[in-house]
T-cell receptor, first 113, second 110 residues
């Protein structure tokens, strides 16, 4: 157990739907990072939050959004889902805004049918 | 755009063999990390290298950061079936985010 908790572990939904993925960071960590992992694209950085504020943005689609709440958990919202959104979504956390070691959760496997 | 290229993409070897995985870029990175990922799990940090030319050892694994901080290698001595997994290098970009290579899938057969 890495200390980073992601729910749900698996999610199957239809095209056009909206889903919310949840991440609880490791105790004491203020930064949360979201990554998408697919077979052809590898691990792609989506977005980072630090202590409730958006800190960095990667290749995140406009249909995707995220937020970090006062208790530091984060949610990634994916809407108007397409088949190509099927992937593993990972959350990672670090103590600060500029730390070397990322602690990853076990991921959420999203399947869009 | 800063990119990290790993080679080889796939490696299947017998137990006891040695292997080296390479991670190359045309860009300079302030630090470079190696992760190992098993099926159904998230990547787990193995090591971070910061200084050009730095060498770190973790039991049978040896990590090296290139002098110019543009490349790194992971060498495994006497590979074991338990070393099987996806090995990822990741570099911290100039904008602070962590950029991952595509990964090297290693299979060690008993």
């Amino acid at each position: 157990d890495s200390g980073v908790t992601q729910t749900p572990k698996h999610l199957i939904t239809a095209t056009g739907q909206r889903v919310t993925l949840r991440c609880s960071p490791r105790s004491g960590d203020l930064s949360v990072y979201w990554y998408q992992q697919s077979l052809d694209q590898g691990l792609q950085f989506l977005i980072q939050y630090y202590n409730g504020e958006e800190r960095a943005k990667g290749n995140i689609l406009e249909r995707f959004s995220a937020q970090q709440f006062p208790d530091l958990h984060s949610e990634l919202n994916l809407s108007s889902l397409e088949l190509g959104d099927s992937a593993l979504y990972f959350c990672a956390s670090t103590e600060g805004d500029w730390n070397y070691g990322y602690t990853f959760g076990s991921g959420t496997r999203l399947t869009v049918v | 755009t800063q990119l990290l290229e790993q080679s080889p993409q796939f490696l299947s070897i017998q137990e006891g063999e040695n292997l080296t995985v390479y991670c190359n870029s045309s860009s300079v990175f302030s630090s470079l990390q190696w992760y190992r990922q098993e099926p159904g799990e998230g990547p787990v940090l193995l090591v971070t290298v910061v200084t050009g030319g730095e060498v770190k050892k973790l039991k049978r694994l040896t990590f090296q950061f290139g002098d110019a901080r543009k490349d790194s290698s992971l060498h495994i001595t006497a590979a074991q079936p338990g070393d099987t997994g996806l090995y990822l290098c990741a570099g911290r970009s100039t904008r602070g985010k962590l950029i991952f290579g595509q990964g090297t899938t290693l299979q060690v057969k008993p």
